[in-house]
């Protein structure tokens, strides 16, 4: 256990289904940030919020829509997903999201995998 | 566009043998370097981080990753390898690009032979 909690660990859901991903952090950070995990392609970050602010929205369909209620809570709700989403979704949480001073060192949950059918 | 390149995608060693894995990456600015490691069955990891001063940096088992500015590369190394090194090697860069955001290199499979 990191500190970084997300669930559901597997989803299998229909391209109509509404669901949602969700993580908390018990480390006191103030960013959160959601990667996306795919076979044979780099981590791709997805969103970024600092202090609950939105800070990065990495050109993301908006059929993912993410939510930060407060500093230790992240969602992700998906809706009318395609095929390719199916994917491993990770959650992380640092200090800030900023690079100073070494503040952003990304601490991970165990992802949630995700297939779309 | 910015971008985190790893050279290896897999890389099989005996145990003992010397490593080095290759991290470039395409961005002018500023930049906070790190080595992420994934154990099988594990979450991500820190293994190391740079993000000021010696260029030649520490991190956890016996690692140390090198910054050579002029090269934009932060590679990897181990003098001597173990089976328990045996995971995935990720190569991630920091970018402020008025705001702070990490970006990921494709990673490197690890499978050391005992």
């Known amino acids: 256990e990191t500190g970084v909690t997300q669930t559901p660990r597997h989803l299998v859901m229909g391209m109509t289904n509404k669901k949602s991903l969700k993580c908390e952090q018990h480390l006191g950070h103030n960013a959160m940030y959601w990667y996306k995990q795919s076979a044979k392609k780099p981590l791709e970050l997805m969103f970024v919020y600092n202090f609950k602010e939105q800070t990065e929205n990495n050109s993301v369909p908006s059929r993912f829509s993410p939510e930060c209620p407060n500093s230790s809570h992240l969602f992700l709700h998906l809706h009318t997903l395609q095929p390719e989403d199916s994917a491993l979704y990770l959650c992380a949480s640092s200090q800030t999201a900023s690079g100073r001073g070494g503040a952003n060192v990304l601490t991970f949950g165990a992802g949630s995998r995700l297939t779309v059918l | 566009a910015q971008s985190v390149s790893q050279h290896n995608h897999h890389v099989i060693l005996s145990e003992a043998a010397s490593l080095e894995l290759g991290c470039n990456y395409s961005?002018?600015?500023?930049?906070?370097l790190f080595w992420y490691v994934q154990y099988p069955g594990q979450h991500l990891q820190l293994l190391l981080k740079?993000?000021?001063?010696?260029?030649l940096v520490k991190g956890i088992k016996g690692f140390e990753a090198e910054f050579i500015k002029s090269k934009f590369s932060f590679n990897l190394r181990k003098p001597s390898v173990q089976w328990s090194d045996t995971a995935e090697y990720f190569c991630?860069?920091?970018?402020?690009?008025?705001?702070?955001?990490?970006?990921f290199g494709a990673g490197t499979r690890l499978f050391v032979k005992a």
């Open positions: 961005y002018g600015g500023t930049v906070n």
């Open positions: 991630a860069v920091t970018l402020n690009t008025g705001g702070f955001k990490t970006i």
């Open positions: 740079y993000f000021s001063g010696d260029p």
